[in-house]
């Protein structure tokens, strides 16, 4: 059986179309795309990453290298990796998501956790629109499809010194169901490495499964197929079914439909492109038209689609980007276990899946978080109050090439060991000793890998506080979250684990990254949370943005705060439920008859289609007589801010500010004929270049664009500088930025501030000026020109033809004739005092 469908081959500009298009093959994304295929409905679904069927994933260290996903520079690997400001990130690329990395537990969300109108230090509230009681019945279904299983072996040396170490500090501990399988069959005894039986659906691999070896690979993909990865379950199931599983297809855009769906659109990253650079911004884009658009690329993913494409999505909640956290989560490491004799202890870490048990520690919520295990004190907030956030700590197991790569770490006694036996060999040979049987020595050099076998890391999650903002940044997600706000959380968290490993006479050690307060996440959440309303949250409690029906966010990106526990179960389980609600929805609404078939676009939508009578005045073709006209051009760069849903300039600049949210481009202004130019009253030019915005997904090339030096309007002593400038955002959405600058002679000297002040509006779709009263306003801003950057504006200024010097002549009279009309009477006021 195939493992993947490869996107049909047609024109890139053709548009196919289908019922649903899933974005993302995690949790939510797989959920999705197998109850929709079950329940009768076209999937494609679209996967950036790679198929991995067992034995595929990398070990050795030259493909380790390779292991990581950035097609522009030839890596189409596993492991996708995230900096930000307070901390990093760690997730997935490939055919079944974060299944592929992640560590098989599915516990679900505690019931108390599911809070409502939590304080947060900065203001707003953590609020779950849905409960436990919600979820029960999801659940369940999930846990049976994934086969949750505890942990059957009972002398695995980490997990026994887990549960010894919990009793003896008075917490409970408990075995949490994994998505793993220890038995060929249901029923039957737990045995490595044993032939697993397919079920009904098959494989989409198609490639034989084995019980879980206790290899501690989980983390790094299973080659054995023994963990019950999305790709085997929900993924397969969903291919039985029908839906067409695409992966190397990563989605750049999406935009609502006129007649009601969304055009998805994506490129293909090529298999034969891995291993060498690509500029991916000049690949071919698909498209595809769709009734149900699900957003599930994870929580960096979905939030990075809809942050790129607000602009096609007019009147979004204000809560976009906001919510975010990173489940609590934190590593530890216990380090020199010793036994009651003080001898080390073997933790064996590198044995069993990589998370075999959890300690829960208790919430205020719960009435469980009491003065036990309260941490060290800190004035830093926690969630607006002193309440104590719960949390569960998992073993962390390891591959066994850590255990090597831990001991050659360690140099002193490697480097004492290794000269002991150099020295021993050069003995005999020189005294030509009969001994010839050297595996004693052999053993000694070895050493006896106390340091990596009384040691092990441990994983700490729990409830940390959901503060954290992303947005765009020159076009690169960014996250703005620290652990400031939830230190006493993770001091709390640094406590437990400190207190489990003098249980096991261990040493506590932080990763080195907590020397700095930061954190690595695996789980990160939030950026489209789910609310009551639009002014709480971008999705309803069943995934379904306000005000745009049938587009769903079905992935961690849509939970308004911490799951608490491992989140993976928790997000299938949403996904699932609200498949149950699109699949009723859809069951009692007519198809519309359109459904499926591409709408032809606003002919404006299209750059040159304007109808001609509508067109900015572009400057006269032709020559003057006595031979070719002289051009000129010049560059001017402007920067400042703007902000969605306003339609005040002022305001725009005034909330952009305060959400860091940046708007500048760079233009290079040219007439191909300065006399024309300056002959005609609009004094019309043209604009290329490029504009970046954060609010419309970062750098935009300027598909068409017009200027006007000055134009005059109803007052006979004001001019106007016009920009028109007709952009195309990542989702493929046209927009058009309007600008003026406003030449007038108010009271002062305001003429610095009036030819360098820009008051800017982006208008939805390619408008033309006529319209421009009429069209829906997606934002508003207010560029300037700063003193540097004007300086650098003079010296760009270019002429091509047989005038060069009479041209330049030609145009500083036009512009400063033209400012001297505005500004002369405030002059000769001035002069008279």
């Not at 009768?40 to 069927?53: C, I, N, Q």
């Not at 399988?181 to 045995?191: D, I, K, L, M, N």
């Not at 309007?713 to 955002?729: I, K, N, T, V, W």
Request: aromatic residues 8%; negative net charge.
């Amino acid at each position: 059986m195939a493992s993947h469908n490869r996107p049909a081959q047609r024109p890139p500009t053709a548009t196919e179309t289908t019922d649903a298009v899933v974005v993302g093959s995690g949790f939510g994304g797989s959920v999705a795309a197998h109850r929709l295929a079950e329940g009768g409905r076209s999937v494609v679904l679209l996967e950036r990453g790679k198929p991995y069927p067992p034995g595929s994933f990398a070990r050795s260290p030259a493909a380790m290298s390779r292991n990581f996903w950035d097609p522009s520079e030839g890596l189409h690997g596993l492991f996708d990796l995230w900096s930000f400001r307070g901390l990093e990130g760690v997730v997935s690329s490939g055919l079944g998501g974060g299944s592929l990395i992640y560590a098989n537990v599915l516990l679900r969300k505690d019931e108390h956790w599911f809070v409502h109108e939590s304080p947060l230090p900065g203001g707003g509230y953590e609020n779950w629109p849905l409960g436990r009681q919600d979820l029960d019945p999801h659940y369940d279904r999930v846990e049976r499809m994934l086969g949750a299983t505890p942990y059957p072996y009972t002398d695995t040396p980490k997990t026994v010194a887990l549960h010894e170490a919990a009793d003896g500090a008075g917490l409970p501990v408990s075995r949490p169901p994994l998505a793993v399988t220890f038995a060929s069959r249901p029923g039957a005894p737990p045995v490595p490495g044993a032939p697993i039986d397919e079920p009904d659906y098959g494989n989409l691999h198609g490639l034989p499964r084995s019980t879980c070896r206790l290899s501690g690979e989980c983390d790094v993909g299973c080659n054995y197929g023994s963990k019950n990865t999305l790709d085997h379950t929900y993924l397969s199931a969903a291919h039985h079914h029908g839906a067409d599983l695409r992966t190397r297809c990563e989605v750049r855009g999406f935009s609502p439909r006129p007649g009601g769906g969304y055009e998805v659109r994506y490129v293909v990253h090529e298999e034969e492109a891995e291993g060498r650079r690509t500029p991916t911004d000049r690949l071919p884009v698909r498209r595809i038209a769709c009734r149900t658009l699900v957003l599930a690329a994870g929580t960096f993913g979905s939030s990075y689609l809809l942050l790129r494409n607000r602009a096609a999505l007019p009147g979004i909640s204000a809560a976009l980007g906001t919510r975010f956290c990173g489940n609590g989560d934190l590593l530890g490491l216990l380090l020199h276990a010793t036994d009651a004799q003080g001898a080390p202890r073997s933790l064996r870490g590198s044995t069993g899946p990589v998370i075999t048990s959890a300690v829960r520690v208790g919430d205020t919520l719960d009435g469980e978080g009491g003065a036990e295990h309260d941490g060290a004190e800190h004035d830093g907030a926690d969630g607006g109050s002193r309440d104590r956030r719960g949390f569960y700590v998992e073993d962390a197991g390891y591959p066994a090439f850590v255990d090597w790569l831990a001991e050659a770490a360690q140099m002193p006694g490697s480097t004492r060991r290794m000269l002991a036996f150099a020295a021993h060999r050069l003995r005999a040979r020189l005294s030509r000793s009969p001994q010839s049987n050297i595996s004693r020595r052999m053993s000694t050099l070895l050493g006896p890998a106390e340091f990596s076998d009384a040691s092990l890391p441990l994983l700490g999650m729990g409830r940390d506080v959901p503060d954290g903002r992303m947005g765009l940044r020159n076009g690169y997600l960014d996250v703005d979250w620290t652990t400031a706000t939830s230190l006493r959380y993770f001091e709390r968290l640094r406590s437990v684990m400190s207190d489990l490993g003098a249980e096991l006479g261990a040493e506590f050690h932080d990763n080195p990254l907590w020397w700095s307060h930061r954190v690595i996440t695996v789980h990160p959440l939030g950026g489209a949370p789910m609310g009551r309303h639009p002014g709480e949250g971008v999705c309803d409690s069943f995934g379904e943005v306000f005000g745009f029906p049938g587009l769903y966010v079905l992935d961690g990106s849509a939970l308004p705060g911490p799951v608490g526990a491992n989140p993976s179960l928790t997000i299938a389980a949403f996904a699932d439920r609200a498949c149950d609600r699109l699949l009723e929805q859809e069951a009692s609404t007519p198809r519309h008859p359109d459904a499926g078939t591409p709408t032809p676009t606003d002919p404006r939508d299209t750059p040159g289609s304007r109808p001609p009578d509508d067109s900015p005045a572009d400057p006269p073709a032709g020559s003057p007589a006595g031979g070719r006209p002289t051009a000129l051009s010049f560059t001017e760069e402007m920067k400042g801010h703007a902000a969605l849903g306003e339609q005040d300039p002022l305001r725009g600049r005034e909330t952009g500010r305060q959400l860091r949210q940046r708007l500048s481009f760079r233009l290079t202004i040219t007439t191909d004929d300065v006399d024309r130019f300056a002959d005609d009253p609009a004094h019309p030019a043209v604009a290329t270049g490029h504009v970046d915005c954060d609010v419309l997904g970062g750098r935009l090339p300027v598909e068409r664009g017009s200027f006007n030096l000055f134009t005059r309007g109803d007052d006979p002593a004001d001019r106007r500088m016009l920009y028109r400038l007709e952009l195309r955002d990542p989702g493929g959405n046209p927009v058009t930025l309007t600008g003026h600058k406003d030449i007038r002679d108010d009271p002062g000297a305001d003429v610095w501030q009036d030819t360098t002040t820009l008051y800017v509006r982006l208008l939805a779709g390619h408008v033309a000026p006529r319209d421009d009263a009429d069209a829906p306003v997606l934002g508003a801003g207010v560029l300037t020109i700063r003193p540097d950057d004007f300086a650098q504006q003079l010296t760009t200024f270019r002429t091509d033809g047989p005038h060069p010097g009479r041209a330049l002549q030609r145009f500083g009279r036009l512009f400063l004739g033209e400012l001297w009309d505005v500004y002369a009477p405030w002059l000769g006021r001035e002069g008279l005092r």
